[in-house]
Structure formats: C-alpha cells, structure tokens
C-alpha cells in the first residue's frame, strides 16, 4: 500500500480536510488527486468541482500573495508549508484557513505527493495576540479517529 492509498483510506470519514496533490507544482498543477468530504464541506463544493483542479480555486482577492510565494518556496524546497491563508467558498465567502501542507516521498527520496491537512480558523476578538498562532482559534474541532495521529505527526497544534 502506498502513502497515498493509506491516505485515502484514513481520510475518508475524517472531520478535517485533507486533500491530495501531484508533485507538479508550476502551473497548471499541482492537480487535486483526491479530497475527502471534510474538505468538500470546508470549501463548499462538490468533489467532482474539486479532483482534477488546482488548489488556486480557492484563491481571491484578499489571498496574500506573500503567503503564497511562501508556500510555493516550501513546496519547491521539499519542505512542510503550515500557514494562515485567506481562501474563498464555493458561494465566494472568504474564511481563514490553518493549512499544514507536507511532502510524501518514495522510498528513493523522490516527491510522489504533497498531501495538505487544512481546517477553518476564526481570530479571537478582544484578545491580544501573542503570537501569530495565538491570534486563532480552531471553529470546528475534531475528535475522530485520525486526531491522535494527526497529534503524533505534528499536525495543528490542538487537533
Ligand atoms: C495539497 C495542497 C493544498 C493547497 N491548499 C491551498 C489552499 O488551501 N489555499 C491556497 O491558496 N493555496 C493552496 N495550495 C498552494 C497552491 O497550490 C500554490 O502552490 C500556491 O498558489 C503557490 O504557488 P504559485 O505561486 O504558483 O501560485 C495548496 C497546495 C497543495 C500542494
């Protein structure tokens, strides 16, 4: 079995939203190989609006785009991308995003897949911000079967 069909598997009934890419990371790609109904309920649409596309469909007009040319440096190093980024919904709501974007590799190094484990976050009002991380707090949590996985890998701080 490989990474991406354990993936796939583990995914399924999962309440955060993951998604699976190629390793083509210039445009058109990278492509959507997979995503589970969590990501679809995150992003507002179907899956079949989803798989074959690229993850710029959640892209507007108040994406940064330093954030993004930190994200494709991450992606082109070979290297874990864990961010904030503004994306937008199906219906062109905006919402901030916690992604947590990583590299599969082959066994002789080789980058198969970038899987991204991404969540909804809302900014706590009134609070004063200690971090950038502590600026946010998670709008939905988690607590399937994947969360202590997800914990072991390092995955959001608080799944
Ligand atoms: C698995 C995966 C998930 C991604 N999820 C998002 C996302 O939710 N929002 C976003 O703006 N970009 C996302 N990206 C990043 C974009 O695909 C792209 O790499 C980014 O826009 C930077 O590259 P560019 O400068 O060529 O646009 C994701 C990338 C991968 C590989």
């Given at each position: 079995m490989t990474a991406f069909e354990l993936i796939c598997a583990l995914a399924q009934g999962a309440t955060v939203g993951i998604v699976v890419s190629d390793p083509m990371i210039e445009p058109p790609g990278p492509t959507i190989l997979y995503a589970n109904a969590a990501f679809g309920r995150l992003v507002d649409r179907e899956l079949d609006e989803i798989i074959g596309h690229s993850p710029r469909f959640m892209q507007g007009r108040e994406t940064r785009?330093?954030?993004?040319?930190?994200?494709?440096?991450?992606?082109?190093?070979?290297?874990?991308?864990?961010?904030?980024?503004?994306?937008y919904r199906?219906?062109?709501?905006?919402?901030?995003?916690?992604?947590?974007?990583?590299?599969?590799?082959?066994?002789?190094?080789?980058?198969?897949?970038f899987v991204a484990f991404e969540r909804e976050v809302i900014r706590r009002i009134g609070r004063p911000s200690v971090g950038a991380a502590g600026r946010y707090e998670p709008a939905v949590v988690s607590n399937d079967l994947l969360t202590g996985a997800l914990r072991g890998l390092a995955i959001f701080e608080h799944v």
């Amino acid at each position: 079995m490989t990474a991406f069909e354990l993936i796939c598997a583990l995914a399924q009934g999962a309440t955060v939203g993951i998604v699976v890419s190629d390793p083509m990371i210039e445009p058109p790609g990278p492509t959507i190989l997979y995503a589970n109904a969590a990501f679809g309920r995150l992003v507002d649409r179907e899956l079949d609006e989803i798989i074959g596309h690229s993850p710029r469909f959640m892209q507007g007009r108040e994406t940064r785009r330093e954030t993004l040319d930190a994200f494709h440096r991450a992606l082109a190093a070979g290297e874990r991308f864990h961010g904030y980024v503004t994306n937008y919904r199906g219906d062109a709501t905006k919402y901030r995003a916690e992604v947590d974007c990583r590299p599969l590799r082959a066994a002789d190094g080789r980058i198969e897949n970038f899987v991204a484990f991404e969540r909804e976050v809302i900014r706590r009002i009134g609070r004063p911000s200690v971090g950038a991380a502590g600026r946010y707090e998670p709008a939905v949590v988690s607590n399937d079967l994947l969360t202590g996985a997800l914990r072991g890998l390092a995955i959001f701080e608080h799944v």
